[in-house]
């Protein structure tokens, strides 16, 4: 297996401001690299770890135990979070991590079906037991559904032409494989725009966004992270790409916000400020060398909110 590099590993556990005692949820356990940061560093707290891919917790457990035996890993979408901790009699917590990308080892795992660089069956699933995978969603969309998805979860110029192109190529055949799907996107984008980068990079990355549901969990889930959370406590989130970093920085920004009607007056009494403040104004993005020995992490902002009454 591929070894996983967590993005601003430092920065994120710095942003969690964590305790010995501390009691902290994340969110996206993957192959345990943010994890195994924390719970090294909570001897006397616990980790409540959430993952919906079975080949990702088993990998993790075994990476958790040699650390220690104070966490406790839960299969399921963190969307399930509230629901799921206050069956661990969980009510609040001290800190709450997202980190929003896919991990190496899911899109290096050519079997799982989410790389454009290896051959595999369409899947991409990040939940196994998904019973929709990109197969359906490249065989069975309409091609406006198809069109709509490439552009709103790609943001793709050449949108309808490879939907398009997708349905005039599943009338003869199914599209069975990543590198046939590549090849139908390939032949959909004039060639000058295949230099700068790879012609099939946002049509995957939109086709994963709709299998996963990605976009639709996070405000719901930011919801009910900032209800669990103690006074003096954060949540950190580490966003992968402009569509989910835009969702976040609104909604931090929104429970920041001071009804205009009294902004800026002088002396302004508690119970009319905001419940949380920004830690940092601006997204944290990874240094210059993180960037070289991670070069997956160049679209990576990590954004920091806290409750402070």
């Known amino acids: 297996m591929e070894k996983h590099i967590s993005v601003l590993k430092e920065e994120s556990i710095k942003a969690l401001n964590l305790k010995e005692d501390s009691i902290i949820v994340d969110c996206t356990l993957g192959y345990g690299g943010h994890s195994s940061y924390i719970l090294s560093r909570i001897k006397k707290g616990h980790l ?25 890993i839960i299969n399921s979408n963190f969307v399930h979070l509230k629901e799921k901790l206050q069956e661990e009699n969980i009510e609040e917590v001290d800190g709450i991590l997202f980190d929003l990308g896919v991990s190496s ?12 660089h290896e051959d595999a069956r369409l899947d991409m699933r990040m939940n196994q037991n998904n019973p929709i995978s990109a197969y ?9 559904e198809l069109s709509n998805i490439f552009y709103k979860y790609g943001e793709d110029k ?14 003869n055949k199914e599209i069975e494989s990543t590198l046939e799907l590549v090849e139908i996107i390939k032949s959909a984008v004039p060639m000058k725009f295949r230099k ?8 995957f990355q939109a086709i994963r966004i709709e299998v ?16 669990l959370i103690k ?16 969702l976040v920085k609104k909604y931090f920004k929104e429970k920041c916000r001071i009804d205009p009607k009294i902004q800026g007056m002088p002396n302004i009494p508690s119970e009319y400020l905001p419940d ?9 993005t990874p240094s210059k060398e993180e960037l070289e020995t991670n070069p997956r992490a160049r679209s990576a902002k990590l954004r920091v909110i806290e409750k402070v009454k």
């Open 48 to 72: 409540f770890a959430f993952d919906q891919d079975s080949e990702a917790i088993r990998h993790s457990t075994d990476r958790l135990k040699n650390i220690g035996t104070n966490f406790t």
């Open 105 to 116: 080892p899911q899109l290096d795992d050519a079997k799982r079906g989410f790389s454009y």
């Open 136 to 144: 359906e969603i490249v065989n069975n969309y309409s091609k406006e």
């Open 158 to 171: 050449f949108s309808r032409n490879i939907a398009k192109k997708i349905v005039e190529y599943r009338e």
């Open 196 to 203: 700068d980068k790879h012609p099939a990079r946002q049509i």
């Open 212 to 227: 996963n549901h990605e976009l639709d969990v996070i405000e719901p889930a930011l919801e009910q992270a900032l209800s």
């Open 231 to 246: 006074v003096g406590g954060r949540v950190a989130v580490i966003t992968f790409h402009s569509l989910e970093d835009r």
């Open 276 to 284: 949380f403040k920004l830690v940092i104004n601006k997204a944290i």
